[in-house]
């Protein structure tokens, strides 16, 4: 699993997770529809890929509940701001290409059936691996080959020649390489990652001051959020989670409360105490911290590895899978 940074347009966080999948679902369907272009099934077999996305997006959010039934009861919203993870990609893949293979094998056999499951699939993981490629630095030799796998089926089930395919797939490289040239050249975030992580020092709920250089040798998953934040709320059992479980792996988690946001500190309070959370929670009342660390919308999570650099800066609900994952890639790029 990778941890997509999200997009953020003023204060509204995109998922850009959910982006890439919707936009590989449509390059599914364009797949499907060039290939039956001129027959007389292309519309019904449209159509049937059109479904084929749906129920791989409605599997891939709904597979959570199967993994963490518990919290998704406790937190109904979780459904909507995170999945299944790589676990749920796998099922709905099943789910779509099985619904595609059994409505064409009834009409046309066997091989037909395949080849259409397969354009359709072949479209959207070839779109999908692309975008993760594109938007992630943490992603590893599987993604890549994943990406070259499904644009050679892709470009083998759409060419009328092996001839045409092999000049198609050559367009192509050359093509991601001019876009990849273009962004790598482009300019980053005022905090950008890689940087020492600004130190700053806050006190708890108790009083007590906290530094964030305190943790120096430690990585620290350090959470900004409010409590009036619904996405910040379904959150934070996977922000319990991951300081439970990886107490003894040398991560903590650091959270900053927007309290210069807030009605008042009792509220925070509250909301600690009823949501039993247990891990340090520092209070930036004056929302210098946050103007530092260029937070403007809720929840935003920084990753800083063992040598106070930042390794990750992540936009919206960050799942426990995700967090691990990135605390992992953090201590083992550490220097």
């Known amino acids: 699993m990778i941890t997509l940074p999200n997009l953020q347009v003023g204060t509204f966080v995109l998922n850009i997770e959910l982006l890439i999948y919707l936009i590989a679902g449509i390059v599914g369907v364009l797949a499907v529809r060039f290939r039956e272009r001129g027959r007389p099934q292309k519309e019904r077999r449209v159509s049937e890929a059109w479904n084929a996305v749906f129920i791989w997006?409605?599997?891939?959010?709904?597979?959570?509940?199967?993994f963490d039934?518990?919290?998704?009861?406790?937190?109904?919203?979780?459904?909507?701001?995170?999945?299944?993870?790589?676990?749920?990609?796998?099922?709905?893949?099943l789910a779509a290409l099985t619904y595609l293979f059994v409505r064409n094998y009834r009409r046309t056999g066997s091989r037909e059936a395949i080849t259409v499951a397969m354009t359709w699939g072949a479209g959207m993981a070839t779109a999908a691996f692309f975008g993760l490629v594109l938007l992630n630095d943490t992603v590893g030799a599987v993604h890549y080959t994943g990406l070259v796998v499904a644009a050679t089926l892709l470009a083998f089930l759409l060419s009328p020649s092996p001839k045409i395919?092999?000049?198609?797939?050559?367009?192509?490289?050359?093509?991601v390489m001019v876009v990849f040239t273009i962004l790598n050249s482009t300019g980053g975030k005022s905090i950008r990652v890689g940087q020492l992580a600004p130190d700053f020092e806050l006190t708890d709920l108790e009083g007590t001051p906290v530094r964030l250089s305190d943790f120096r040798g430690k990585t620290v998953v350090?959470?900004?959020?409010?409590?009036?934040?619904?996405?910040?709320?379904?959150?934070?059992?996977?922000?319990?989670?991951?300081?439970?479980?990886?107490?003894?792996?040398?991560?903590?988690?650091?959270?900053?409360?927007?309290?210069?946001?807030?009605?008042?500190?009792?509220i925070v309070r509250r909301f600690v105490d009823n949501e039993g959370l247990s891990f340090p929670i520092v209070l930036d009342k004056s929302g210098d911290i946050l103007k530092e660390y260029g937070v403007t919308a809720y929840p935003t999570t920084y990753i800083v590895d063992p040598s106070g650099n930042i390794r990750v800066r992540h936009l919206g609900a960050i799942s426990y899978e995700s967090m691990k994952k990135a605390a992992k890639m953090a201590d083992y790029d550490n220097p």
């Not at 039934?69 to 990609?89: C, E, Q």
């Not at 395919?165 to 050359?174: F, N, P, Q």
């Not at 350090?222 to 922000?239: G, K, L, S, Y």
């Open 69 to 93: 039934p518990k919290g998704v009861i406790r937190h109904p919203l979780s459904l909507v701001f995170f999945s299944g993870g790589l676990r749920g990609v796998w099922l709905g893949s």
């Open 165 to 175: 395919a092999l000049r198609s797939l050559g367009i192509s490289v050359i093509a």
């Open 222 to 266: 350090m959470n900004f959020w409010a409590t009036w934040c619904r996405v910040c709320q379904a959150e934070m059992p996977h922000m319990e989670k991951l300081y439970r479980d990886q107490s003894d792996e040398d991560v903590v988690v650091l959270s900053v409360n927007a309290t210069s946001q807030e009605r008042s500190t009792d």
């Open 57 to 66: 997006l409605i599997v891939w959010k709904a597979s959570l509940f199967l």
